[in-house]
C-alpha cells in the first residue's frame, strides 16, 4: 500500500510560480513512474508529465518549455516547477506512482489526493 501527499499548491498570479511535491511512503518494491496529472472543473483528467525511474520524461503539449518534472529517488518524491502559468493552468493537481510492491506484483496505479492551483489573471 503505497500513500502519496502532494503539497506545494495555491493561488498565484498570471506570470507566476509554483513547486509542487509529491512524497511517496509505505511498501514500495519498486517504482516504474511517477508523473502529475491535472482536472480542471468540467475536464477530464490531463497528464501534465512523467518521469520514469531512470531518466525519460514526458510533457503535454500545453506545458512543454513552462513545467519540468525532476525526481529525487532517495526521497521517492517527484517535483513540478511551473513557470509562467496562465489561467489555463488552473487545476486540481494528482501526483501518480506506478510500482509494486513485492517483486511478484503487478504494477499498479497510486494516486494523491491532489493540492489546487489557481492562477488568477
Known amino acids: 500500500h503505497v500513500q502519496l501527499v502532494e503539497s506545494g499548491g495555491g493561488l498565484v498570479q498570471a506570470g507566476g510560480s509554483l513547486r509542487l511535491s509529491c512524497a511517496a511512503s509505505g511498501i514500495i518494491y519498486s517504482i516504474n513512474s511517477m508523473g502529475w496529472y491535472r482536472q480542471a472543473p468540467e475536464n477530464q483528467r490531463e497528464l501534465v508529465a512523467t518521469i520514469t525511474s531512470g531518466s525519460s520524461t514526458n510533457y503535454a503539449d500545453s506545458v512543454k518549455g513552462r513545467f519540468t518534472i525532476s525526481r529525487d529517488n532517495a526521497k521517492n518524491t517527484v517535483y513540478l516547477q511551473m513557470n509562467s502559468l496562465n489561467p489555463e493552468d488552473t487545476a486540481v493537481y494528482y501526483c501518480?506512482?506506478?510500482?509494486?510492491?513485492?517483486?511478484?506484483?503487478?504494477?499498479?496505479?497510486?494516486w494523491g489526493q491532489g493540492t489546487q492551483v489557481t492562477v488568477s489573471s
Open positions: 501518480r506512482l506506478t510500482g509494486r510492491y513485492s517483486m511478484r506484483a503487478v504494477p499498479t496505479d497510486y
